[in-house]
């Protein structure tokens, strides 16, 4: 089986793009399941009805989110309308949404998780702790999660504590591609950030100027999403569906 990864899908520029090219890499890798990092989908981040339905619409079995899961007011209204539409799990019990959606393929099923790391990012539950107990309520092999975190050290540490135990470990947030793809020892395959789908002349989506100038002023500025051309960065994982082992987990870019 397999299934294709897109990293985090920036404003309605990068939500366009991704919609012209899909059907294609679809094709392309032959894909099963297609799983989108949303959490940035909505003009000036966060995701709205807007957003999540357009990636409903072009094929996502499942939404991931992170940082911005929150962001916009519908957000209640949205974990509630939409099944495949889930944050991190790690977020304290009693907080709308759901971590896990588990994907019904017929002959097996697919489960995928979404956590969020804490270096770096808002204080939430141990990820570490969080994932070993939702490991326990799955009862499929075929296990991918999405790690939203800032700090490439907890993205590896947190795929080497998962080899063997899941499926894949593909990293979101930091939005620029990393050159660590691999199927880990025990059969886990693992990318630190799978990258962003946005304007690619940018700083990580944003025109590149408002970036330069709030981080050399320090004064306070309103990011703006560039209008430069897109491009798609994402990951294809092979896995075998009995075991839940990764084959080969394949990085790529689409101009």
């Avoid at 880990?184 to 989506?205: F, H, N, Q, R």
């Avoid at 050399?216 to 500025?221: A, D, K, L, V």
């Avoid at 209008?227 to 394949?250: H, L, M, W, Y």
Wanted: hydrophobic share 40%; with cysteine.
């Amino acid at each position: 089986m397999k299934l294709m990864f897109i990293g985090d899908v920036v404003g309605a520029a990068g939500c366009r793009f991704l919609a012209s090219k899909i059907k294609e890499l679809r094709i392309r890798y032959e894909t099963d399941i297609l799983i989108v990092n949303g959490e940035n989908s909505a003009t000036g981040n966060g995701i709205t009805g807007v957003s999540a339905n357009m990636l409903t619409q072009l094929g996502a079995d499942v939404i991931t989110t992170g940082n911005h899961a929150f962001k916009r007011h519908e957000a209640q209204k949205l974990y509630d309308e939409l099944p495949h539409l889930i944050r991190p799990a790690n977020f304290p019990e009693g907080v709308i949404g759901r971590g896990v959606h588990i994907l019904d393929m017929g002959r097996t099923s697919v489960a995928v998780v979404n956590l969020m790391g804490v270096t770096y990012l808002e204080p939430l539950d141990n990820p570490f702790t969080v994932i070993d107990g939702v490991l326990k309520t799955i009862d499929t092999p075929n296990i991918i999660l999405d790690f939203h975190a800032e700090a490439t050290s907890e993205k590896k540490a947190m795929g080497y504590y998962l080899d063997g135990r899941v499926t894949a470990v593909i990293g979101t947030h930091t939005h620029v591609q990393t050159a660590d793809a691999s199927v880990l020892p025990k059969g886990t395959a693992y990318i630190t950030d799978a990258g962003m789908t946005g304007p690619e002349e940018s700083v990580l989506g944003v025109e590149k100027e408002l970036a330069i100038s709030k981080l050399r002023f320090r004064f306070p500025t309103r990011f703006v999403e560039a209008q430069t051309p897109c491009f798609i960065n994402g990951v294809s994982v092979d896995f075998d569906e009995k075991t839940g082992r990764a084959r080969s987990i394949t990085p790529f870019i689409e101009r």
